[in-house]
Structure formats: C-alpha cells, structure tokens
C-alpha cells in the first residue's frame, strides 16, 4: 500500500443531497465527466436530471421514498450502510452480502436554520429546519474519511473538481481529512446555532452568556498579527449573539490584524452619534472624534483633532462617502478609510491614493457582546450602550452650564469610553481638540490631552472615563483653562478633587459610573 500521506481514493460513487444548491449543476457535471456515478435525493435528483445529468434517485436504495413530510428520507441502512462500510475484504463481502452500493463521495449542506432563525425570530415552528439525514450523512462519511470524501460547502466544489480532474478521479488523503475536518467544523456550528435558536427566550436574566461558544474560520486573510512576524487568522462565533460585521475591501490588497482593531474601536465610536460622524484612530484608540453638518465637515474637524497622531490613521464614517468629502482628506495619509458605502467619484478619487484602504462596512445594529482574549480564554461582556441621562449627571461645583456645553459633556462622555484607560477627551461642541489615553496615571493623560489641544483647551469641556484618585489631574486642566468636566465620582479624596475645580471656577459633574476600556 503506498504511504498514508500519498494515498488515493478513485472516486467511483456520489451521493448528492443539498438544500443550497448554487453550484450544483457544474459540480454534478464535473462529476459525470469524471465518469462518476451519480445517486441523488428528492428535488437535489430533479435539478441535476432536468439539466440533462444522468442521475439515479436515491429512493431506488432505500424503496421508501419520502417519510413522514421529508422527515426521513436518507436515513436508511441502503444509504448509511454504503457511507459507513469499512473498505476491508470484510466490509467489501459484508455489501456483497447486504447488497448494499458503497459511496465514495457525499455531497451535502443543511437545511438553513441559522437563516430561517434571522429572518423569522418570533417563529413558533423552528424545529422543523432542523436537518436531521443531512447532518448524519456528513457526520457519517467524515468519520469514514479515510476512504469516503463529503462536501459540506458549495465554495469547495470548484476545488474538489480541480482535484479529480488532476488526480483522474481521485481525490487525496490530504484534501478528504481537510474536507472531513470541515464537516465537523459546520455540524458543531450547526449545533450550537440550533441550541440557541431553540433555547428558552425568557428569563435569561440570571445568567444571560452563552453556555458554549463555537468559532468558524473566515476566508479572510490577513497579511500578519500585530507584527509582521506573526500569522494571523480570523474567526467568527456561532450562536454566540455575537454578530459579525459584513464588510467588503473594496480598495488594497489586504488587511492586517492592526486595521481589523483600529476598524472595530473607529466603528463602535461613530456609532454612538445620529448625525453625520468620523472618528480618526490610531493603535486601536481614537485620536480624533467629531460630528457635523455634513460628512465632510464631520471629516475636517476630526482629522484636526490630532495632526501629529492623525498620520496613517484608520478613519469611520457612518455616512455614505461622496466624492467632495474627499476634500477633507487632502495631503493627509490615511491607511484606512471605511464607509456604509463609497460612490463611483470617490472610488475614482480616491483611487489615485496608491496606499489607502477603503473598506465597505454596514456595522451589525443589534450589538450584545463584546470579546477579548486574556490567559488562553474568551472574556465576554455586555457591549457599554448605556445612555447618560439627565437624572444620572450631579453637579458637584461651580454653576450649572448652559444646554450647549451639556451636549457637549455628553459628547465628550460617548467619545471617552471608546479610548484606553486611563482616559481623558477635551472637547469644544461635538468635536475633540485633545485626546490622552493608556497612561498609567490619570494626570499624565490630562497633560497629554491639553498639549494636543494646546491654545484649544481653554474654554474646552473634559471628560474623565473614571474618578480622579487626586486633585493633580483637575489642576493641571484647570490651569490649561477648561471650563467644565464630567467624571464619575467616587473617589476618597473627592472633596479634594471638588475644591481644586471651585479653586479654577470650573463647573463639575458627577455621572455616577465609569466607562473604563482597557
């Protein structure tokens, strides 16, 4: 026998049974090209039949048709016998004696409950799109893989067929493990979608987090990790209220781990507005952050936030891109750029820009979770949407302020909580002036955030992402001349902290809660 690593199956027998059937009719042809026998269920047999594919059904197997309404239909001794025989003298005698057919081959793909459940979340009859012989046929054959080859993904037909075709119907050990693999990658993911799809809707508010996660990896491929001397791969959870974001490079050749950070922190912040938004990020956390008029205005008061840190940027907007906000953008270096979508002037336009990125992205509305990773395991938390309301705000010094500068602390509080702790934003109106973050101490990112701002910190507003531990970090706002901060309180030395504020005339206000992200 040759080694198991150069090993080859002829593939002599397929059974096709689909529910997705794009591709179908190419990959069927391929297969009879190959000379390969094809066997095939219910409207999976009448596709390829109408398409002048020689076919035979697989009721002729089992002699029973369609049971129960399609509930049983492939699972039959006739079928799972010639998936699961072993291919010894002994297997091989024991079909002879059963007259049962070997196959070789099983293409499959599952009712679609994952998208039934989107489309219909309130529907009472979920149970009856879960794929029962679809799922046990795949399981089947991937056990047997080491001489049966199953096909779970119409992306793989194109591959399977270039094989056979090289290999003169063959197919090797190497691509039926990789397939087998990729089986039980989808039926676990399946699963797990099914146990939550069909989980108890109601009072889950003890204990809301999923008992189980699964993770799918993407196609996408990443040029490195975090440096380039780290592979990278990316995953998306299952079943996990997780939602992942669709998005399309519709500009440069790839996207790195770094963009896919500074992407996300740059979209969640430009979520948090109704109007016309843009947040400029650097090294996952934002350097620029502001609202307009328009999307170019949005974009030109961002990008002035920081005109240092602002160089190779990753830019969000949560508007359309036209091709006149590409003025805002002129003789500055942006990596990446994303948009719900660019017009076919900007593409151009920015098309002379040889080095941007430009990503298509509609982020998903219904965020629950959020994940980071820390000593090998998946942290999940609730996604911070909390609203500041009137009634949490407290004045603790000077006077109250007017409606103006209000929105403009709720402002600079929506833009706080998207940059690194410890984390300090300076705002005039809906727009930053000065942004300090990841510092060790509190006092060291209110300096960094009044150098950035610099003359723009006088009259500015400041939020805090937690309470200030001593009265060093006010007084160094106040005497850069920031007129007002919101905090959340809570600290031993707050009444420090409240006279250096009256000391400075600056009005104060406490929320109650922080909004630390690390």
Sequence with gaps: MAPESNRQVRIVRALLSVDDKAGLIDFARALSLHRIELWATGGTQRSISSAGIPVRAAEELTGIGSWFGGRVKTLHPAILGGVLAPRTEEGARELTDRKLLSFDLVVVNFYPFERHLTEHPEAKDCEEFVDIGGVTLARAAAKNHRD???VVDPADYPGVASELGARSGALSDATRLRLALKAFERTAAYDAAIARGLGPATDRSSDPFPSEITFRREPLKLRYGENPHQ???VYSAVGSGLPSASFELVKGDSLSFTNLLDLDT?????????????AVVKHATPCGVASGATVKEALERAVASDPVA???CAIAINRPFGAGDADALAGIFVDLLSAPSFDEASRERLGLRPKIKLVRIEPPQAERWEAHSGLGRLLLQEVDRRELAPADLRLVTGTAVTPEVLGSLDFAWRV???AKSNAIVLAHGSRTVGIGSGQPTRARSVELACEVAGPRAKGAI??????FPFADGVEIAGKAGVRAIIQPGGSLRDPEVIAMADKFGMSMYFTGWRVFRH
């Design 462 to 467: 400041l939020a805090s992402d937690a309470f």
């Design 148 to 150: 049966v080859a199953i």
């Design 266 to 278: 740059a979209l969640a912040t430009v979520a948090e507005f109704p109007g016309p938004s843009a």
């Design 416 to 418: 706080v909580r998207h």
């Design 310 to 312: 602002r160089y190779g």
């Design 231 to 233: 592979r990278a791969s």
